[in-house]
Nanobody, 115 residues
Framework: QVQLVESGGGLVQPGGSLRLSCAAS????????INWYRQASGKQRELVAT???????NYADSVKGRFTISRDVAKNTVYLDMNSLKSEDTAVYLC?????????WGQGTQVTVSS
C-alpha cells in the first residue's frame, strides 16, 4: 500500500511563499500522474496543479504564474512551490497519485494566508 505524506503547510502573510512536499512511500513518483488539490472550508475540492509521468505540467488558472509543481524522483517527492500567496489560497492542500488502475490520496496539509 502506497502512502502519500504532505508537509510544508503553515501560516504565511499575503505575498509570501511556501513549499509543500508530497513524499511517497513507494517508488511511484515517476510512474504516476501526481496532482495537488486544495479544499477550502465550505468549498468543493479544486485541482491546483498536475505533473504527468512525462513531466508535463498543468495549472489551474487561479494559480498560473504563481505556483510551480516539480518532482524529485530520487527522493520520491513532489513539490508545490507557492509564491505571491493570497488569502484565497487558504485551504487544505492534498496530494493525489493516479495510474490507470490505482489511486492514492494523502492526508493533507493546511495552508493559511493571513496578516
Amino acid at each position: 500500500q502506497v502512502q502519500l505524506v504532505e508537509s510544508g503547510g503553515g501560516l504565511v502573510q499575503p505575498g509570501g511563499s511556501l513549499r509543500l512536499s508530497c513524499a511517497a512511500s513507494g517508488s511511484i513518483i515517476s510512474l504516476y500522474t501526481i496532482n495537488w488539490y486544495r479544499q477550502a472550508s465550505g468549498k468543493q475540492r479544486e485541482l491546483v496543479a498536475t505533473i504527468t509521468r512525462g513531466s508535463s505540467t498543468n495549472y489551474a488558472d487561479s494559480v498560473k504564474g504563481r505556483f510551480t509543481i516539480s518532482r524529485d524522483v530520487a527522493k520520491n517527492t513532489v513539490y508545490l512551490d507557492m509564491n505571491s500567496l493570497k488569502s484565497e489560497d487558504t485551504a487544505v492542500y492534498l496530494c493525489y497519485a493516479a495510474s490507470a488502475s490505482r489511486t492514492f490520496w494523502g492526508q493533507g496539509t493546511q495552508v493559511t494566508v493571513s496578516s
